[in-house]
């Protein structure tokens, strides 16, 4: 069996976020990590892998920088990387970026496809549908569970209240919650071995049946027309009071309101 | 692309088990303003099995036309009879605008559907308002009027971009739950109802469904509650949510929690306010033993009234707080109730 993972490079959104002036994100400037969806659908593809026995190959799409997340999956035991990268895909949207990655796995052998349900900057959630119908093949979003049977996956689709048990014959393309599993750590031998081994690099030349009118930032449909930092409402009073008084207090402002 | 030909705001018309959700009356009341802006009309697209008896309520609020896609494939969600669905609506009717919730079902279906027509899509939108794109005119670009702007967060609700989709069809947008306003039902209205079959036969992409599990619960919807008594991590334990539940119930409120609480398995997950929960707006919001981390915070912050309980003088609720008291929970939540039983006991 052969699983291609998505992962995506993310800035860690417990440090700064920085903006480049045409308001896209300036990623260079910020700590960065490996998307949490995503890491949960590597790990389910490890599992996988260790289950049945597949191989794994991971694509990202980003600055060369992106390597790193490559090598973290190649350590944690994925067996190939493949780096996206290239100027004229810079500032893609959804639609932009789904295209540029379904031209890279146009060019791959795979029975499943396992992306993260969403990354922690965007949260948009779109990618991997999106890809799953550039690529005509079925999309099981928010997975819970994943099990192989012969031709088919048997996945357990999230919903608000209630989950679905789908069962879809491959290929098809999943996306995985952080709540799948605990992804592993990787090991001092991964490590090593994942710095020994080659990295692929493709460019725009290496996208297979993709029109340049549908990449970067040029190609995206959505445009950025306003982005800033929040602006908050602002504090309220704040008071330190003893019990009783802490109490009065509350009663005062919910009748000041009409709450009693 | 001839963008002219695009008319209409178009409503994706959820419902699960043949019960309209929340959401669709919501999208409908938002669309209805953007209607009058655009001076146009407001259509609600249905999907399902045996839905057509739905449409007068979605007429009630808002919509002025309803197109049901009525078909056996369509009983439970499944992606690919649905992006179908809606997408050959799309296809056939060009709707100007097409706004879809921002669901488990709807963030599935909108990508899915906006690859299909080729058209951008923003997803959790919080805010969406007809202007001109760019926002202010630039020399050498034509500045394009009447335009859909989607305001969302992004990075966890750190910033917040408004974003345009100015030369594809339609300008499509995921909404939050619980963000727009649903119009009071209007007894008695009537949409214009056209049913539209684009004929579906299964392929490769038509998943099958197994089996269905609903989850058991009991409680009540916390985006519905006029009041919300949440706890965080500060609680300290799952038995001592009694505090909170006793406050809740002199209230006539509803109690919900952190994400913290839910990780420690203390309390389900449809109780969780927050982003990876859900968006709350209540009347007043009690955040007792809660830190504020900003995920939370984007999910309570449109409360009427925040009112924040927490021992650490220096937590991050406080900055979102309007009154906010720094105390011991254990001691305040008690008293605050019994006073509160006594206030409301005198007043009957």
Known sequence: MKIVVCIKQVPDTKGGVKFNPDGTLDRGAMLTIMNPDDKAGLEAALRLKDQYGAEVT?????????????????????????????????????????????????????????TGRQAIDGDTAQVGPQISEHLNIPVISYAQNIKIDGDSVIVERQFEDRYHVLKAKMPCLITALSELNEPRYMTPGGIFDAYQQEITVWGRANLKDVDDSNLGLQGSPTKIAKASDKVRKGAGEKVTLDADESVSYIVGKLKDKHVI | MNLEEYKGVYVFAQQVDNEISSIAFELLGKAKDLAKDLNTEVTAVLLGSGVKGLADQLAEYGADKVI??????????????????????????????????????????????????????????TVLEIGDFPLQAVPGQEQLHNQLLMTRPAFGGNTIATIACPYNRPQMATVRAGVMQKIEPVKGAKAVVEEFNPGFTPDNKYVEIMDIVKAVTETVDIMDAKILVSGGRGVGSPENFKILEDLAEVLGGTVSCSRAVVDSGWKP?????????????????????????IQHVAGMEESDIIIAINKDADAPIFDVADYGVVGDLNKIVPKLTAALKAEIAAAK
């Open chain 2, 269 to 293: 997950k449809d109780l969780q306010v927050g982003q990876t929960g859900k968006t709350v707006r209540p009347n007043v919001y009690f955040a007792i033993g809660i830190s504020g981390a």
């Open chain 2, 68 to 125: 049901v896609v009525d078909d056996p494939e369509l009983k439970d969600y499944r992606t690919e009879p649905y992006a179908h669905g809606l997408a050959s609506v799309i296809n056939k009717y060009k709707p100007e605008i097409m706004l879809v919730g921002a669901t488990a079902i709807g963030r599935d279906l909108g990508p899915r559907v906006s690859a299909r027509v080729a058209t951008g899509l923003t997803a959790d939108c």
């Open chain 1, 58 to 114: 991971v694509v990202t799409m980003g600055l060369p920088k992106a390597e790193e997340v490559l090598r973290e999956a190649m350590a944690m035991g994925a067996d190939k990387g493949i780096l996206v990268t290239d100027r004229v895909l810079g500032g893609a949207d959804t639609w932009a970026t789904s295209t540029t990655l379904a031209g890279a796995i146009r060019n791959l052998d795979y029975d499943l496809i396992i």
